[in-house]
C-alpha cells in the first residue's frame, strides 16, 4: 500500500513538472544604434516638386525645390487614410491581401500619429544634394540644419553612420498611449546621385546566455517582419551575418540544443516572443536552413500539369520566387537558363513560384524570355507565397534530395553550388 502511494506521488510530481515547464518566454528588448553585424540597406527616396505638405521655413535662396517625406510606420499611415475617409474599405483590403497584413488596433492609433518626417532638398551647379530634413516633426524647416548626405562609400564603420545620422523625432502606439520616441535617420547618396535612408537601429535581447540581435530591415521603424541573429563571442567587432543565417517570425532557431519558434515582436510590452518546440527537428517544417520545406502543389503555367514537392523529392530543387513587376528577378533568368541546360532533369529541377503577378503578365514574359523550367501561380488557393512568408522578390531556397532546405537566396555562386552538388 505504501509503495503504492509513493508511486502516486512520483506520477503527480511529474506530471505537475512537466505541466508547469515554461514554453513561452517573453524577452526584453533594449534598443541600440548603428548596424552592428547586420548588413545596411536602404530605402529610396521619392520626390515630387510640390510642397503637398505645406512645411513652412524653406530655405529662401532655393531654387527647383523637390519635397517628400519618410514613413516610420507605412501600417499606420494607410489606416490613418482608412479612418479619414481617405482610402475606400475595398482599397483598405486590397492593401491588407497584398502586404499580407492583419491590423491589430492595439498597436493603432486612430487619432493620427507623427509617423511622416518630411525632407526638401536642392541640387547645387555640381550636382550635389543640400538637403534639410524636419527632424522634430513640426512642419517647420527654420529649426532644422541644412546638409550635404555623404557618400555611402565613405561609411564603414557605426561610428561614422552614427556621426552622419540625424536624430529625429516621431510617435508609436500601444497600450492605449501614444508614446514619444527619437531615432536616427541617415541618409546617403549612391551611384545615381539620388538620396537613399535608413535607419541604423537595432534591438538586442537574450535567453540561456544567448545574445539575440533583432533588425526591423532598417527601412521603417516596426519590427513585424524581423531579422533575428545569433551572436556568438567568435565574431569579431566588424563581421557581418549572412541573410542566409538570419531568421524570422514562425521560424526555429536552435539556442544550446532547444529548439524555439519566433513568434514575432510584442509591441505592447517590447519583448520578443519564443515558443519552446518538443518536437525533433526532421518533423519540422520552416523556411530555415536545416529544416524540411514547406510542401506546395499548383499546375504549371504553360502546360496545365499539376506539379507537387512531395514528386520532387530525390532531386536537388531550386525554388524561385517572383513577380512580373521585380526587375532583378527578370534579370536572372539568363543565369537560371545555363544552369537549366547545363543539369540533369534527374537530379535538379528548378520551380519558378509567381507572386503578386496577373497570370497574363507571367505567360507574357514566360515566352519573350523563353523560360523553359516550370512556373506555377501562387494563389488564394495554394497560397504558396503565404505559407513561405515572402515579402520581397526575389527570393529562393535550394532543396536537397530529401526535401531539406540547405541556403537561401543564393545568388553567387549559385551554379558553382549545384554542379558540386551533382558530382558528389
Not at 107 to 122: D, E, M, N, Q
Not at 129 to 154: G, L
Request: aromatic fraction near 12%.
Amino acid at each position: 500500500m505504501k509503495i503504492k502511494f509513493l508511486s502516486l506521488i512520483t506520477i503527480y510530481l511529474f506530471l505537475f513538472s512537466s505541466c508547469n515547464e515554461k514554453k513561452v518566454f517573453e524577452l526584453p528588448l533594449t534598443e541600440k544604434y548603428g548596424y552592428n553585424h547586420f548588413n545596411s540597406t536602404f530605402g529610396k527616396m521619392f520626390y515630387y516638386s510640390q510642397n503637398e505638405n505645406n512645411i513652412i521655413g524653406i530655405p529662401k535662396s532655393w531654387e527647383n525645390i523637390q519635397f517628400g517625406e519618410i514613413e516610420t510606420n507605412p501600417y499606420q499611415s494607410v489606416y490613418e487614410d482608412y479612418i479619414l475617409g481617405k482610402i475606400s474599405n475595398d482599397r483598405y483590403e486590397n492593401i491588407q491581401k497584398s502586404w499580407n497584413w492583419e491590423p491589430d488596433t492595439l498597436t493603432l492609433s486612430k487619432k493620427p500619429l507623427k509617423i511622416t518626417i518630411a525632407f526638401a532638398f536642392v541640387w547645387d551647379s555640381i550636382g550635389n544634394i543640400n538637403m534639410i530634413v524636419d527632424a522634430n516633426q513640426n512642419q517647420d524647416f527654420s529649426d532644422d540644419t541644412i546638409f550635404t548626405p555623404c557618400k555611402i562609400s565613405e561609411l564603414d564603420n557605426d561610428t561614422l553612420v552614427l556621426k552622419n545620422s540625424i536624430n529625429v523625432s516621431y510617435e508609436s502606439y500601444a497600450n492605449q498611449t501614444i508614446h514619444s520616441l527619437t531615432a536616427p535617420l541617415l541618409i546617403v547618396t549612391l551611384s545615381d546621385n539620388d538620396p537613399w535612408f535608413s535607419f541604423p537601429q537595432y534591438l538586442t535581447t537574450s535567453i540561456k546566455n544567448q545574445r539575440i540581435d533583432i533588425s526591423s530591415g532598417f527601412s521603417s521603424l516596426i519590427y513585424d517582419k524581423p531579422k533575428i541573429a545569433l551572436i556568438n563571442d567568435s565574431l569579431n567587432f566588424e563581421a557581418k551575418i549572412n541573410d542566409e543565417n538570419l531568421f524570422t517570425k514562425n521560424e526555429f532557431i536552435d539556442i544550446n540544443d532547444e529548439l524555439f519558434k519566433v513568434i514575432g515582436i510584442n509591441t505592447l510590452n517590447n519583448s520578443l516572443t519564443l515558443e519552446k518546440v518538443e518536437l525533433p527537428k526532421n518533423e519540422l517544417q520552416s523556411t530555415a536552413i536545416g529544416f524540411k520545406a514547406f510542401p506546395f502543389e499548383g499546375k504549371d503555367i504553360i502546360t496545365e500539369s499539376l506539379i507537387k514537392s512531395d514528386d520532387l523529392k530525390g532531386k536537388y530543387v531550386f525554388i524561385d520566387f517572383w513577380a512580373t513587376w521585380c526587375g532583378p528577378c527578370i534579370a536572372e533568368f539568363r543565369t537560371l537558363k545555363m544552369l537549366y541546360d547545363k543539369t540533369d532533369r534527374e537530379k535538379f529541377e528548378i520551380i519558378g513560384i509567381v507572386g503578386e503577378s496577373s497570370l497574363n503578365d507571367v505567360k507574357k514574359i514566360i515566352k519573350r524570355d523563353s523560360v523553359t523550367w516550370p512556373q506555377l501561380l501562387s494563389s488564394d488557393s495554394n497560397q504558396i507565397v503565404e505559407r513561405y512568408g515572402i515579402d520581397g522578390y526575389p527570393t529562393s531556397f535550394l532543396i536537397n534530395p530529401n526535401g531539406v532546405i540547405i541556403a537561401k537566396n543564393i545568388r553567387i555562386g549559385l551554379e558553382q553550388k549545384v554542379l558540386e552538388l551533382m558530382n558528389e
